[in-house]
């Protein structure tokens, strides 16, 4: 029994220091600043809230950790996300530090006139059902509100760290009087914080952050698992390069969103794959060259006739002044087209998923020389 109760009040230190050890070689600063206003706090629990000594100072302390948890955890905006060596993290620890000295000062003058109006506008708010005074629960209420409004508008990784934070702590100022709280609550957060870390690292790692489709490293762990039939479709931007030197490169990203998107209506439950620069692959599983063909026909004959309106950097408004200026203002913009050559090979034209993919690429290059914005499936006898 008492080896269980160590058990759980060690364990959101260990969660928290994993926590912070994954932010720190992800390169997350604002996650990492969280886990160590959380790890204090928890160790602020432990040590002035539970426990046989525990003073009639309690319901303040409560409020004060309350309080300051939420602002500690907001601070982080102020600070870029950078790692742990930069000097926004110093400062961090620094207002970090300053807070607690704060409350320490408060909690060290219990006979102070100004502290007694505080304890009795706390005892006179505290709800019956929680010991965390009525006014600090609307407060924390609030700000896991904003929070929540944040992760739905940015969903940054610091957004919903900090909603989860707010949550799930509130949870536990809010039900304090429960045996093992904090340290459930606690235990939950650093775990959720690991998870939200991992997935956000996974997604990129294996997302192309222009298109946000999967990108190369996906494509050769996803080619090791496609079974026995199956098609590959290369598809190339025709002129790219071209394009790029004619309108700039916040044009040419705009392309690749484009294709990015219309390639997203592929039939026959195609998987896209940001191949690199302006090339795409396409994966067709329990498929065959043929049966791919006039699928990615229709791709191609989409964006043939898909009119591409530039957007003109030239003439953007440098801020929102400007902006409401020329909002009803009409320019002419330039409307172009685009076309796209596909390369297509299938799993009985070769004997490994290499092969496979280098056939694909070799129809490519005969789709090019043949005038592009056309498909050619791979025939061995052409080479």
Not at 3 to 15: E, K
Not at 42 to 68: C, E, M, R
Not at 310 to 328: E, M
Request: proline letters at 4%.
């Amino acid at each position: 029994m008492q080896a269980n109760l160590g058990f759980a009040i060690y364990m959101p230190y260990v969660l928290l220091c994993s926590a912070f050890l994954i932010a720190y070689f992800f390169r997350q600063g604002r996650v990492a600043m969280i886990s160590i206003a959380l790890f204090v706090c928890y160790w602020l629990i432990q040590h002035t809230l539970i426990g046989p000594n525990v003073q009639d100072l309690s319901l303040i302390k409560l409020s004060l950790l309350a309080f300051l948890l939420p602002v500690a955890c907001w601070q982080i905006y102020l600070f870029k996300n950078e790692t742990i060596w930069h000097p926004g993290f110093a400062l961090f620890l620094v207002i970090l530090v300053l807070l607690i000295g704060w409350a320490e000062l408060i909690v060290s003058n219990p006979d102070h006139l100004a502290i007694q109006y505080l304890m009795a506008f706390l005892s006179s708010t505290q709800l019956s059902s929680s010991p965390l005074p009525g006014v600090l629960t609307l407060y924390i209420a609030i700000l896991t509100l904003f929070a929540g409004i944040l992760v739905y508008s940015h969903n940054r990784l610091s957004d919903v760290v900090i909603y989860s934070t707010l949550l799930v702590a509130g949870n536990a100022f809010t039900r304090f009087d429960v045996p093992f709280i904090s340290s459930i609550m606690f235990s939950v957060i650093a775990v959720l914080m690991m998870v939200y870390l991992l997935s956000t690292s996974y997604k990129m790692a294996f997302t192309d952050p222009l298109t946000q489709l999967p990108a190369r490293q996906a494509l050769e762990i996803d080619l090791r698992q496609l079974g026995r039939k199956y098609t590959l479709a290369m598809l190339d931007i025709d002129h790219f390069k071209s394009f790029n030197d004619t309108y700039g490169h916040d044009a040419g990203d705009d392309v690749l969103r484009l294709i990015a998107s219309r390639l997203a209506l592929v039939k026959g439950n195609g998987r896209i794959y940001r191949y690199g620069g302006e090339e795409f692959l396409i994966v067709f599983k329990g498929k065959n060259a043929q049966q791919c063909a006039p699928l990615l026909q229709l791709i191609r004959e989409d964006i043939a006739t898909y009119p591409l309106v530039l957007r003109n950097y030239a003439k953007r408004p440098s801020d929102n002044t400007q902006g409401r200026q020329y909002r009803h203002v009409p320019y002419k913009q330039d409307c172009l087209s685009l076309t796209v050559s596909i390369g297509i090979s299938d799993s009985f034209q070769g004997d490994t998923v290499t092969e496979i993919q280098e056939n694909a690429d070799k129809a490519l290059y005969r789709a090019k020389k043949a005038g592009r914005n056309c498909i050619k499936i791979y025939d061995p006898t052409d080479y």
